[in-house]
């Protein structure tokens, strides 16, 4: 276990070495942001002045060794535009983000596995089909468009909804639903399939022979063991929440990372860029960790390893 | 549906006595639960879109920074526009009128001496006056200082105070734009509190910013609202209205939802398409011709056929500007002469632009030698102004039928940024401008060698030196005339239009959009 671990960290720390390398400069091909950042008749001596002032007119290597140097101390830099500590931008958001994405979590959960136990417990039925086709719609829907419809509807058109916002869990609903819905599709159809396959196995057989009642072959049997590899969908859905929150958030104004990202590529705020993408890089280092560990609690077969 | 949790428990911050009394029926009655906590859940949403004494505003983005000197964003501008004020300000119509200055002269020309308003305290009892103007402006002409809005400023070089309620701005040349530096869209130019902004390295201004102006600020939760309060001592008289909330919503048709569902009073940047919707009922429209500038421009410094007048001409004449400022505007904003908004200074509304004439654009392209044609890059940005990917488009059909074609790039502004740092704008072009005044307009995008010029001249050159080079108004004016008739023959550019600014209010507001796109709620009343 404690070799496990080990190496994990020790995979965890390469991937984030790289991840920091990759976004460090693929943000800057496009150019630094002293153009963007000056008013339009800023004279080509104005921006050169303010590009040195910056320290944009360094190396690359240089700067990125400046970056490294600075990160592995806590110290992710300041936002261009907002003159404060990039990753404090980002961190101050996480809240907000964490509050939407875990609703979208819960409400795929509590959708996707009813609706997958009943799917596959009445195989080709019309319950069966159903879940295939919302499935079949949730994974095609665009977020984007899903919550545009969601704003004509529950907002200009009945005034239900508040269509952005963040404060009261009226302003939770339509975003929870938009970023719920991929993951609810994407969950049913695999812990279906899993469970259709479990349900044919021999110790499934054996267990209805001795008499066991269907709801409990079902739940306590099949369950368990179609869970293992629905879980590492999920442990990868929690990563598809926190980058499909990126669009929602936008859509509806909901203040957290995903709309800060957008605004500092727009912007080319590269410390925040930064920030954002290591921090997301490291949740989803330590989600996959998780979901490593939690395996064993499934399986205790993998528990030592054997 | 059947996993429905306590309603009132989840409105728990709104229970009333009523609901109370419904929480018991509502636990036996599940279905009817679900829809008296929707029917409660309704309530607050109706009610704020009553709420007559606060104006909420939807911009797309929110703020970066309370510190005036230190952003570059003009969603950012319109909020500190509330809290401070300038030296001298723009009213409605686009004159330059008096603020924190009462008046000014020029005792030579260059010297710029304001009288300052008397008896003017910033919201935390700091007294305005002449050191307080110094102290703002060496502040931020502070190259150390970084401020993003340098440049505006940056011809002052030196501010003296004569006494407590006179200042005098020296330059070393003569600056005749030297009002347009001074009032609200010139960022560092608002007047802050000397001992306040000191403290912390102007960190707390940052965050909770302190100014003379009509509001105080009271909150700011990032992304997601700046919340202001009247300051009933301003100068100018209280505001009417007592409370002012910026909400930033980036998306378009969000904005809409919110103001049709009256969770904002004045939402920004509707698109044309949508104003027939808004016009009617509980919103109505507002728009005014922009500053901003819709124009082509020619590149004649490398060697193609846009080098040759005539050419540049014929595209004047081949593209029907009015049928596109119809198709795509609903034929809102102005159409120019000349690449100048027509209420800047020496702007002569007799000017005409070239009318619509394909035959003679096919005429003047065969006399130049290109009866079969030529092709043409065209470089713009996509989404960088109201409706400007279609507008290049048309552009291009009209283009298109007298022989020229086009291939239309679309840059990313960062790589927009590179390429024109690199004076790598080839072909025509779509830059988009803005500029009360032919010397910050003409000068950068005409004048030879200018970073923003791919255009050159010598006997329009010497007649931009002369405008820059004197503050005496008629002289400026008949300077630019001869430079207009220039400009006209030669056809560096094909002037299009003044997009309008369009905005989406609540009925009930009284709001005056301006044509600088600063948001000045000063006056605003419902």
């Given at each position: 276990?404690?070799?496990?671990?080990?190496?994990?960290?020790?995979?965890?720390?390469?991937?984030?070495?790289g991840?920091?390398?990759?976004v460090?400069f693929?943000i800057?091909?496009?150019?630094?942001?002293?153009?963007l950042?000056?008013?339009?008749?800023?004279?080509i001596?104005?921006?050169?002045?303010f590009r040195?002032?910056?320290?944009?007119?360094?190396?690359?290597v240089?700067?990125?060794?400046?970056?490294?140097?600075?990160a592995?101390?806590?110290?992710?830099?300041?936002?261009?535009?907002?003159?404060?500590?990039?990753?404090?931008l980002?961190?101050?958001?996480?809240?907000?983000?964490l509050?939407?994405?875990?609703a979208?979590?819960?409400l795929?959960?509590?959708?996707a596995?009813?609706?997958?136990?009943?799917?596959?417990?009445n195989r080709?039925?019309?319950?069966?089909?159903?879940?295939?086709?919302i499935?079949?719609?949730?994974?095609?829907?665009?977020?984007?468009?899903?919550?545009?419809?969601?704003?004509?509807?529950?907002?200009?058109?009945?005034?239900?909804?508040?269509?952005?916002?963040?404060?009261?869990?009226?302003?939770?609903?339509?975003?929870?639903?938009?970023?719920?819905?991929?993951?609810?599709?994407?969950?049913?159809?695999?812990?279906r399939?899993?469970?259709?396959?479990?349900?044919?196995?021999?110790y499934?057989?054996?267990?209805?022979g001795?008499?066991?009642?269907?709801?409990?072959?079902?739940?306590?049997?099949?369950?368990?063991?179609?869970a293992?590899?629905?879980?590492t969908?999920?442990?990868?859905?929690?990563?598809?929440?926190?980058?499909?929150?990126?669009?929602?958030?936008?859509?509806?104004?909901?203040?957290?990372?995903?709309?800060?990202?957008?605004?500092?590529?727009a912007?080319?705020?590269?410390?925040?860029?930064?920030?954002f993408?290591l921090f997301?890089?490291?949740?989803?280092?330590?989600?996959?960790?998780?979901?490593d560990?939690?395996?064993?609690?499934?399986?205790p077969?993998?528990?030592?390893?054997? | 549906?059947?996993?429905?949790?306590?309603?009132?428990?989840?409105?728990?911050?709104?229970?009333t006595?009523k609901?109370?009394?419904?929480?018991?029926?509502?636990?036996r009655?599940?279905?009817?639960?679900?829809?008296?906590?929707?029917?409660?859940?309704?309530?607050?949403?109706?009610?704020?879109?009553?709420?007559?004494?606060?104006?909420?505003?939807?911009?797309a983005?929110?703020?970066y920074s309370?510190?005036p000197?230190?952003?570059?964003?003009?969603?950012?501008?319109?909020?500190l526009?509330q809290?401070?004020d300038?030296?001298?300000?723009?009213?409605?119509?686009?004159d330059?009128?008096?603020?924190?200055?009462?008046?000014?002269?020029?005792?030579?020309?260059?010297?710029?001496?304001?009288?300052l308003?008397?008896?003017?305290?910033?919201?935390?009892?700091?007294?305005?006056?002449?050191?307080?103007?110094?102290?703002?402006?060496?502040?931020a002409?502070?190259?150390?200082?970084?401020?993003?809005?340098?440049?505006?400023?940056?011809?002052?070089?030196?501010?003296?105070?004569?006494?407590?309620?006179?200042?005098e701005i020296?330059?070393?040349?003569?600056f005749?734009?030297?009002?347009?530096?001074?009032?609200?869209?010139?960022?560092?130019?608002?007047?802050?509190?000397?001992?306040?902004?000191?403290?912390?390295n102007?960190?707390?201004?940052?965050?909770?910013?302190?100014?003379?102006?009509?509001?105080?600020?009271?909150?700011?939760?990032?992304?997601?609202?700046?919340?202001?309060?009247?300051?009933?001592?301003?100068w100018?008289?209280?505001?009417?209205v007592?409370?002012?909330?910026?909400?930033?919503?980036?998306?378009?048709?969000?904005r809409?939802?919110?103001?049709?569902?009256?969770g904002v009073?004045?939402?920004?940047?509707?698109?044309?398409?949508?104003?027939?919707s808004?016009?009617?009922?509980?919103?109505?429209?507002?728009?005014?011709?922009s500053?901003?500038?819709?124009?082509?421009?020619?590149?004649?410094t490398?060697?193609?056929?846009?080098?040759?007048?005539?050419?540049?001409?014929?595209?004047?004449?081949?593209?029907?500007?009015?049928?596109i400022?119809?198709a795509?505007?609903n034929?809102?904003g102005?159409?120019?002469?000349?690449?100048?908004?027509?209420?800047?200074?020496?702007y002569?509304q007799?000017?005409?632009?070239?009318?619509?004439?394909?035959?003679?654009?096919?005429?003047?392209?065969?006399?130049a030698?290109?009866?079969?044609?030529?092709?043409?890059?065209?470089?713009?940005r996509?989404?960088?102004?109201?409706?400007?990917s279609?507008?290049?488009?048309?552009?291009?059909?009209?283009?298109?039928?007298?022989g020229?074609?086009v291939?239309?790039?679309?840059l990313?502004?960062?790589?927009?940024?590179q390429?024109?740092?690199?004076?790598?704008?080839?072909?025509?072009?779509?830059p988009?401008?803005?500029?009360?005044?032919?010397?910050?307009?003409?000068y950068?995008?005409?004048?030879?060698?200018e970073?923003?010029?791919?255009?050159?001249?010598p006997?329009?050159?010497k007649?931009?030196?002369?405008?820059?080079?004197?503050i005496?108004q008629?002289?400026r004016?008949?300077?630019?005339?001869?430079?207009?008739?220039?400009?006209?023959?030669?056809?560096?550019?094909?002037?299009?239009?003044?997009?309008p600014?369009?905005?989406?209010?609540?009925?009930?507001?009284?709001?005056?959009?301006?044509?600088?796109?600063?948001?000045?709620l000063?006056?605003?009343?419902?």
């Open positions: 276990m404690a070799n496990f671990l080990i190496s994990r960290l020790l995979y965890a720390a390469i991937v984030l070495l991840v920091s390398v990759a460090f693929l800057r091909i496009g150019g630094d942001p002293s153009a950042f000056l008013p339009p008749e800023a004279s001596e104005d921006i050169q002045r040195h002032l910056m320290g944009f007119d360094r190396p690359l240089i700067q990125y060794w400046d970056f490294l140097s600075r592995t101390r806590g110290d992710f830099g300041m936002s261009l535009r907002y003159e404060q500590p990039a990753m404090q980002v961190l101050e958001r996480v809240p907000a983000t509050q939407l994405g875990g979208a979590f819960v795929s959960i509590v959708l596995v009813p609706l997958a136990i009943l799917a596959a417990a080709g039925s019309i319950i069966d089909r159903a879940s295939l086709l499935s079949l719609i949730g994974q095609s829907f665009p977020a984007f468009w899903l919550a545009i419809m969601l704003i004509l509807l529950f907002s200009e058109t009945f005034h239900m909804l508040p269509p952005s916002g963040r404060g009261s869990w009226q302003n939770l609903v339509m975003p929870a639903i938009v970023l719920a819905t991929y993951s609810t599709a994407i969950i049913t159809r695999l812990l399939s899993s469970l259709i396959e479990v349900l044919q196995s021999d499934v057989r054996t267990a209805r001795k008499g066991v009642r269907e709801s409990r072959i079902l739940l306590s049997h099949a369950l368990r063991n179609a293992i590899p629905t879980l969908v999920i442990g990868l859905q929690v990563g598809a929440l926190l980058g499909g929150a990126v669009i929602t958030e936008e859509v509806f104004a909901y203040p957290g990372i995903g709309r800060l990202a957008i605004q500092a590529i912007n080319r705020d590269f410390t925040v860029v930064q920030a993408v997301m890089a490291a949740v989803i280092v330590v989600i996959n960790l998780l979901v560990l939690s395996y064993g609690l499934l399986d077969r993998l528990r030592t390893g054997k | 549906m059947r996993k429905t949790t306590d309603p009132t428990g989840r409105s728990a911050h709104r229970r006595e609901g109370e009394q419904m929480k018991d029926i509502l636990r009655h599940f279905v009817a639960g679900t829809l008296g906590a929707a029917a409660l859940a309704l309530l607050p949403l109706a009610a704020s879109a009553q709420n007559a004494s606060t104006i909420v505003v939807a911009q983005a929110d703020a309370m510190d000197a230190k952003h570059s964003a003009f969603p950012t501008a319109n909020i526009f809290i401070y300038g030296l001298v300000s723009q009213n409605e119509k686009g330059i009128v008096p603020a924190l200055a009462t008046s000014w002269s020029n005792p030579d020309p260059l010297t710029w001496r304001f009288k308003r008397e008896g003017v305290k910033f919201h935390n009892g700091e007294p305005f006056n002449a050191a307080a103007v110094k102290y703002t402006l060496d502040r002409l502070d190259p150390n200082f970084k401020a993003p809005y340098y440049s505006r400023i940056s011809q002052i070089k030196s501010v003296t105070v004569v006494d407590d309620y006179t200042v020296k330059t070393d040349k003569p005749p734009t030297m009002l347009l530096s001074l009032y609200e869209a010139s960022f560092p130019a608002l007047i802050v509190p000397p001992s306040y902004t000191a403290q912390n102007s960190a707390d201004l940052a965050a909770k910013p302190v100014g003379t102006g009509p509001y105080r600020f009271v909150e700011w939760k990032k992304d997601e609202r700046v919340v202001l309060e009247a300051n009933p001592d301003y100018g008289g209280k505001p009417a007592e409370k002012v909330i910026f909400r930033p919503i980036k998306e378009t048709r969000t809409i939802a919110e103001l049709k569902s009256g009073d004045i939402a920004v940047d509707v698109p044309p398409e949508d104003m027939a808004l016009d009617g009922g509980e919103t109505k429209i507002s728009t005014v011709a500053d901003s500038l819709y124009f082509l421009a020619f590149d004649i490398r060697d193609t056929p846009l080098k040759d007048k005539h050419v540049r001409q014929a595209i004047n004449y081949a593209v029907d500007v009015d049928a400022q119809q795509l505007l034929g809102m102005t159409r120019i002469a000349l690449t100048l908004p027509a209420n800047a200074f020496g002569d007799a000017w005409k632009p070239y009318p619509y004439d394909p035959a003679k654009a096919k005429a003047l392209l065969a006399e030698g290109y009866k079969d044609g030529f092709t043409v890059p065209l470089m713009t996509k989404g960088r102004y109201m409706k400007d279609e507008i290049v488009e048309a552009t291009a059909g009209f283009l298109a039928k007298v020229i074609k291939n239309i790039q679309y990313e502004p960062g790589v927009w940024g390429v024109s740092e690199k004076k790598g704008r080839e072909g025509i072009t779509f988009g401008w803005s500029g009360r005044d032919p010397n910050l307009v003409w950068p995008l005409l004048h030879t060698g970073y923003q010029s791919y255009y050159s001249n006997e329009l050159d007649l931009l030196d002369a405008g820059a080079g004197t005496d008629a002289e004016k008949s300077i630019y005339e001869k430079a207009a008739a220039i400009i006209k023959e030669d056809a560096p550019h094909l002037p299009m239009i003044q997009p600014l369009i905005y989406g209010l609540d009925a009930r507001l009284t709001w005056t959009p301006r044509p600088d796109g600063m948001i000045d000063r006056k605003a009343h419902f």
